[in-house]
């Protein structure tokens, strides 16, 4: 049971975070507010399935739209007037905030205000977290893979250029957004059917700074770095679990670690290839110097002139 | 050549940054076929003048029409898909797509299959990604990078990253291409070359071109018409041999010879 709980917290966090790495790491807007898409998620999954008695499937994936919906107003404004880089960030931020803040103050017996919603039935089971996330990472592959793919990965690297190319850029965008919503969405709705129960709290600003982090951490224009990322992540939150408060001064560390040896993350701009692993730890004997040579390098911040 | 039709046409363009005029009351026709100059001192307002046709300014007076559609207010991505293409004098390719996807990117920057077959990845979107990368492959084969194709764009060494925004410009399927500055940073048989390319470009593609340049030669030996700017304001126009020995011309490149006292 234990193991299974780590592992649908971890897929959720998967979702969430290639939702993420889609608006973030191929569009390159950041944005510090997505568990507020998770949120209106979570929420709307939850009620139609309590009060609608919508099946938990079609549920979830209305929870997902009813994201991208928010998710249009309030990027159709931000990003036609040319909101981008930090200021897109901070409007997220904002975002994020007034999401859980609304539904704290909501006293109505509906949302339940800040004590939030009990009694969700246990409707997310192991086999249906892996199906719906094997889903999605499949359809996200498929996605950054395809022109429109491509298309945001021009904006992200120059979008001058791009715009005189002839990519729309304000659709461009407002689609990766609005399906890095429908993931966090989704997310949202497995999660809270997983806890069976969910408060404003449960999305806080924490959570959106966790999926950047992980996102950051894997390596931004990858699928496959922000999937295990978040795989090893989650998991090792749970084991460091002894440590108490120790745990976080470990991860502190860890991305400090990244941030120096590995700033594009451990995947960087690649994607995880089982031949090219096998081909690494095979050479690796023969490699080691040349790698203890570069690690040197960047420990002491000095290149040897040769 | 005043009874071939008439391609890009503005009149009385101004463009004001504050206090600052960049540029004054120019007007400027080109027609279809003609390879066009446009020279000046640094800061004669060129550049500018380019980014009020592609969109990326809204010039503050005057009408721009191409084939008789007014550019002014639409975006670059509409003046793009009216056949407008262009480099840019600082580099602006994509670095860290390869060649090949930095010359596949305006083939499909208006997907030509539907949202959820990009999803579901069905075998009809990688048939279409193979057409487009076929098509692209072609131009890189026109400009001589084919077997750089693989290779990540910002890796390439500067003049072949030239080229590669000559390639991109060009899969845009434009009619009318704007060169700012392609001969920057480039020594005369690199020059010598590139006018070839050039020549050999708009022949073949049948393009209107527009060309930025310093090097004076290149601009001469490729122009039909040369339009010089100075200080925003259009000084002269005329065949590369009026330009020439137009004092005024001189006068501003070269500056005035001081007067015997």
Same mark, same amino acid.
């Given at each position: 049971?234990?193991?299974?709980?780590?592992?649908?917290?971890?897929?959720?966090?998967i979702?969430?975070?290639?939702?993420?790495?889609?608006?973030?790491?191929?569009?390159?807007?950041?944005?510090?507010?997505?568990?507020g898409?998770?949120?209106?998620?979570?929420?709307?999954?939850?009620?139609?399935?309590?009060?609608?008695?919508?099946?938990? $499937?079609?549920?979830?994936?209305?929870?997902?739209?009813?994201?991208?919906?928010?998710?249009?107003?309030?990027?159709?404004?931000?990003?036609?007037?040319?909101?981008?880089?930090?200021?897109?960030?901070?409007?997220?931020?904002?975002?994020?905030?007034? $999401?859980?803040?609304? *539904?704290?103050?909501?006293?109505?017996?509906?949302?339940?205000?800040?004590?939030?919603?009990?009694?969700?039935?246990?409707?997310?089971?192991?086999?249906?977290?892996?199906?719906?996330?094997?889903?999605?990472?499949?359809?996200?592959?498929?996605?950054?893979?395809?022109?429109?793919?491509?298309?945001?990965?021009?904006?992200?690297?120059?979008? $001058?250029?791009?715009?005189?190319?002839?990519?729309?850029?304000?659709?461009?965008?407002l689609?990766?957004?609005?399906?890095?919503?429908?993931?966090?969405?989704?997310?949202?709705?497995q999660?809270?059917?997983?806890?069976?129960?969910?408060?404003?709290?449960t999305?806080?600003?924490?959570?959106?700074?966790?999926?950047?982090?992980?996102?950051?951490?894997?390596?931004?224009?990858?699928?496959?770095?922000?999937? *295990?990322?978040?795989?090893? *992540?989650?998991?090792?939150?749970?084991?460091?679990?002894?440590?108490?408060?120790?745990?976080?001064?470990v991860?502190?560390? *860890?991305?400090?670690?990244?941030?120096?040896?590995?700033?594009?993350?451990?995947?960087?701009?690649?994607?995880?290839?089982?031949?090219k692993?096998?081909?690494?730890?095979?050479?690796?004997?023969?490699?080691?110097?040349?790698?203890?040579?570069?690690?040197?390098?960047?420990?002491?911040?000095?290149r040897k002139?040769? | 050549?005043?009874?071939?039709?008439?391609?890009?046409?503005?009149?009385?363009?101004?463009?004001r940054?504050?206090?600052?005029?960049?540029?004054?009351?120019?007007?400027?026709?080109? =027609?279809?076929? /003609?390879?066009?100059?446009?020279?000046?001192?640094n800061?004669?307002?060129?550049?500018?003048?380019?980014?009020?046709?592609?969109?990326?300014?809204?010039?503050?007076?005057?009408?721009?029409?191409?084939?008789?559609?007014?550019?002014?207010?639409?975006?670059?991505?509409?003046?793009?898909?009216?056949?407008?293409s262009?480099?840019?004098?600082?580099?602006?390719?994509?670095?860290?797509?390869?060649?090949?996807?930095?010359?596949?990117?305006?083939?499909?920057?208006?997907?030509?299959?539907?949202?959820?077959?990009?999803?579901?990845?069905?075998?009809?979107?990688?048939?279409?990604?193979?057409?487009?990368?076929?098509?692209?492959?072609?131009?890189?084969?026109?400009?001589?990078?084919?077997?750089?194709?693989?290779?990540?764009?910002?890796?390439?060494?500067?003049?072949?990253?030239?080229?590669?925004?000559?390639?991109?410009?060009?899969?845009?399927?434009?009619?009318l291409?704007?060169?700012?500055?392609?001969?920057?940073?480039?020594?005369?048989?690199?020059?010598? /070359?590139?006018?070839?390319?050039?020549?050999?470009?708009?022949?073949?593609?049948?393009?209107?071109?527009?060309?930025?340049?310093?090097?004076?030669?290149?601009?001469?030996?490729?122009? =039909?018409?040369?339009?010089?700017?100075?200080?925003g304001?259009?000084?002269?126009?005329?065949?590369?041999?009026?330009?020439?020995?137009?004092?005024?011309?001189?006068?501003?490149?070269?500056?005035?010879?001081?007067?015997?006292?």
């Open positions: 049971m234990y193991i299974i709980s780590i592992i649908v917290t971890a897929c959720t966090n979702i969430s975070v290639i939702g993420l790495a889609l608006l973030t790491g191929y569009t390159g807007m950041f944005s510090l507010g997505h568990a898409f998770m949120c209106i998620g979570a929420y709307t999954a939850v009620l139609l399935n309590k009060y609608l008695m919508v099946p938990y $499937v079609l549920a979830l994936i209305l929870g997902g739209c009813g994201a991208t919906l928010v998710s249009l107003i309030i990027g159709y404004p931000t990003l036609r007037n040319k909101l981008r880089g930090d200021y897109f960030a901070i409007c997220m931020l904002g975002f994020g905030t007034i $999401v859980r803040l609304i *539904l704290n103050n909501m006293n109505n017996p509906v949302t339940n205000g800040a004590l939030g919603l009990t009694n969700i039935p246990k409707l997310t089971t192991l086999w249906s977290t892996l199906l719906f996330t094997a889903a999605l990472v499949f359809f996200m592959w498929n996605f950054v893979h395809s022109q429109y793919g491509k298309n945001c990965v021009a904006i992200q690297q120059q979008e $001058v250029a791009a715009e005189m190319m002839g990519v729309r850029i304000v659709r461009t965008k689609l990766s957004f609005a399906i890095s919503a429908f993931y966090c969405g989704v997310a949202g709705g999660l809270a059917f997983w806890l069976q129960y969910i408060s404003p709290a999305f806080s600003d924490t959570r959106s700074n966790d999926f950047l982090a992980t996102l950051v951490t894997g390596g931004t224009n990858s699928i496959t770095g922000p999937f *295990l990322a978040a795989a090893i *992540l989650t998991s090792m939150l749970e084991y460091l679990r002894s440590l108490v408060n120790w745990r976080l001064v991860y502190g560390l *860890l991305y400090i670690l990244i941030m120096r040896f590995r700033p594009e993350g451990i995947m960087g701009y690649k994607e995880f290839s089982l031949k692993t096998i081909k690494f730890f095979k050479e690796l004997p023969q490699n080691w110097p040349g790698y203890m040579e570069k690690f040197k390098e960047k420990l002491t911040g000095r002139r040769s | 050549m005043s009874n071939s039709k008439e391609a890009l046409n503005v009149s009385n363009l101004t463009i940054f504050g206090g600052l005029c960049a540029v004054d009351n120019v007007s400027v026709h080109i =027609d279809e076929g /003609e390879f066009v100059g446009l020279i000046g001192p800061g004669a307002g060129k550049t500018t003048f380019f980014n009020s046709i592609t969109g990326n300014l809204v010039p503050t007076e005057g009408t721009i029409t191409y084939k008789g559609k007014s550019l002014v207010k639409k975006g670059p991505d509409q003046i793009s898909h009216m056949g407008i262009r480099t840019f004098q600082n580099i602006r390719i994509f670095p860290k797509m390869t060649v090949l996807e930095n010359v596949c990117l305006p083939l499909h920057s208006q997907p030509t299959y539907n949202i959820f077959a990009a999803f579901l990845g069905l075998p009809s979107t990688k048939r279409e990604d193979k057409r487009i990368k076929e098509e692209a492959t072609s131009f890189l084969e026109r400009l001589g990078i084919a077997e750089y194709q693989e290779y990540q764009a910002g890796t390439l060494a500067y003049g072949l990253q030239r080229r590669l925004e000559i390639a991109r410009a060009l899969a845009a399927h434009p009619t291409l704007l060169l700012d500055e392609p001969a920057a940073g480039m020594n005369n048989d690199e020059c010598n /070359e590139l006018v070839e390319l050039l020549r050999s470009i708009h022949r073949d593609y049948h393009l209107t071109v527009m060309l930025i340049e310093h090097h004076i030669d290149v601009v001469l030996n490729l122009c =039909d018409r040369i339009y010089v700017l100075n200080l304001k259009l000084l002269t126009e005329g065949t590369p041999s009026e330009i020439q020995s137009n004092p005024e011309v001189i006068r501003a490149y070269l500056g005035e010879r001081r007067k015997k006292a």
